[in-house]
């Protein structure tokens, strides 16, 4: 090798590159091979904004450690189409998830992002009133094209890397290649500005990702709507009692159980014809243990939390049937109430009764995820709700 060979890239700059390399790599297999797979999309959706941020963090980085130059040897025009394909690399790292991003903002399937499982990731801001399937194929469009563009660039890229390896210049690839090479790899620069490229990447998106908490924490109380002063004749032990939902999402059970709701409940036995039962359920408190259902229940499609915080259940018509009892429950989801005929049994021991109730809705008929799934391809139609709990009798 020449005793004039260029130095080489950061170790940072290094490893960025080839990390990104083959994230990139993985993500275009990854997009053809989603297969309408929610794992995959959303495995898809967080390494895409792993991927920006990497890219903005990597930017910062190159611009406070510039990176060294080109061997002298090597003719003008190639330099210039080197950076050519440095900078459009530079554009697609950026513009490709960007694009994904508000992509899956203005998709009319409005499904949630929680970045591996654990992140809520919000929609772009101002895009509420671009929802549409034309615009989301439209950029889809593009998203799919942008990575035939870096596959093509990727080919120029490596031939030029090789082609300037193997010609006199020297030392093009090794100046990308970590220092396995002991004394005769080219020295290294010296790196610095590592906390303002990661720190302000890391604090960017820090940042974005705070958005749906401080939206959570801002939400308006549900309404008092549940009657202040209980006109039922049972008290309910609250502690003792739960409402659950389960279904299937890819056929796969899940189940939930909302956190909060009240019930005001008049029943005896012996005068089924007065019996009546309005329960308010607080529909921001569902919760299933997996952050992703949890988000997308509260989102538009599903529940529609921030417009309609509570759904209310009234129960009439009771007849008793063989050993336990059913009646009529009227579920009120935002908005629209859906009569089902709920079957329960109810044990009285003195003044304790334990109740055992379950109900199945259909979500389409509840106008739940209706846009993204009207098929039921992902989510099945069918949605168990059951009942369990105790009630003393007021005295
Ligand atoms: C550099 C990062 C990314 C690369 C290289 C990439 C690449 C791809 C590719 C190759 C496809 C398949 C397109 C086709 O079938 O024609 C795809 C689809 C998709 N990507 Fe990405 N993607 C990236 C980032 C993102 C991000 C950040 C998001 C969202 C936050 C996203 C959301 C999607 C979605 C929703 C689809 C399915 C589009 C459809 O309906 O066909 N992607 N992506
Ligand atoms: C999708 C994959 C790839 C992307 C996006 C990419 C992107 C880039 C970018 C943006 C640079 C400019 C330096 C920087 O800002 O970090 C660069 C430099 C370089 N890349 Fe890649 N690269 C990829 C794959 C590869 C592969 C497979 C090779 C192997 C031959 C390679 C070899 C090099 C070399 C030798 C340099 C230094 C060239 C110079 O300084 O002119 N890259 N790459």
Known sequence: ?????????????????????ALLLFMIWLGWNMDDNEVRYQLHKSIGITILFLALARLAWRFANPPPPLPEGMPAYEKTAS?????????????????????????????STVLFGQVSWPHLPFTDGLIGKELYEFVANIHGKGAWVIIVLLALHVAGAIKHELAAEDGVLKRMIPGLFGKT???????????????????????????????????????????VELAGNWDVDYSQSEITFSGQHEGNAFNGVFGSWTADITFDPDALADAKVHAVVDTRTAKTGTKLYDDSLKSKEWFNVAEFPEATVDLSDFRSVGAGYTATATLTLKGVPVSVPLNFTLDIAGDTATLDATAEFSRKALNLGQSSDPGASWVADAVAVNVTGQAKRKR
């Open 185 to 227: 790899s080219p020295p290294l620069l010296p790196a610095r500005g590592a906390l303002f490229a990661f720190g302000g990447s890391l604090l960017l998106f820090a940042a974005i990702a705070a958005v749906p908490l401080i939206g959570a924490g801002g939400a308006k109380p549900a309404p008092a709507s549940a009657p």
């Open 1 to 21: 090798m020449s005793a004039e060979a260029s130095p080489r890239y950061t170790n940072i700059a290094i490893a960025l590159h080839w990390a990104m390399a």
């Open 83 to 111: 950076h050519a394909v440095h900078i459009a690399f530079y554009v697609l790292m950026i513009g490709i998830p960007l694009g994904g991003w508000f992509m899956v903002s203005v998709s009319p399937f409005q499904v």
